[in-house]
């Protein structure tokens, strides 16, 4: 399984709800701020979280995945979009509204750094990979969006544009950031 995806109209899903767990995180760090609550993994639900994508890869039900780690799930999406070495032609179309209980910012859903994953699943399989789900007391799984062709990534709260950027604006912030910085 790779963590570039794969094919359009494929659903994307998330395990692991966000939580307002900044503190140290690199969105902090960008705006200059320390934060307060840094992730606090709960060591039973990581390791459900963890034989629950290991099973879904090991039946054929996920064809790509990512860990949700720096930089929270907007990076992880967009790192997902552009593959391992900005090969990627993909989209996403995202949706932030189910991703947590808790009433978070819109900066706190994307760039939370609470564990999880992001698990891309074929339409065909979604059934057998929410049954699967089911089987796994404690791991929260909730579907933000699909796979696109359209070569942006585009995510959305209440309906309302958040972060709409092509891929090939991405790949060159990826592949040119540091050289700008310098």
Known sequence: VTMQLVHEGN????????????????YYHYKGHLGANIPKPQLAEVKKQLYAVIDAINEGLIVSAHDISEGGVATTLVEMALGGRAEGEKGV?????????DELMVYQLLFSE???FVLEVP?????????????????????IGEVTDQKTIEIK??????VDISLDKAKKAWWEGLREKL
């Open 114 to 116: 609470t564990g999880g």
């Open 123 to 143: 339409v065909e399989k979604e059934q057998d990979f929410v049954a699967l789900m089911k089987k796994y007391e404690y791991v929260d799984y909730v579907h």
């Open 93 to 101: 179309s995202i949706s932030l509204d189910e991703m947590s209980e």
């Open 11 to 26: 659903k994307l899903y998330l395990l692991g709800k966000r939580k307002n767990e900044l503190g140290g995180s690199e």
């Open 157 to 162: 709260h209440n309906n309302k544009a958040v």
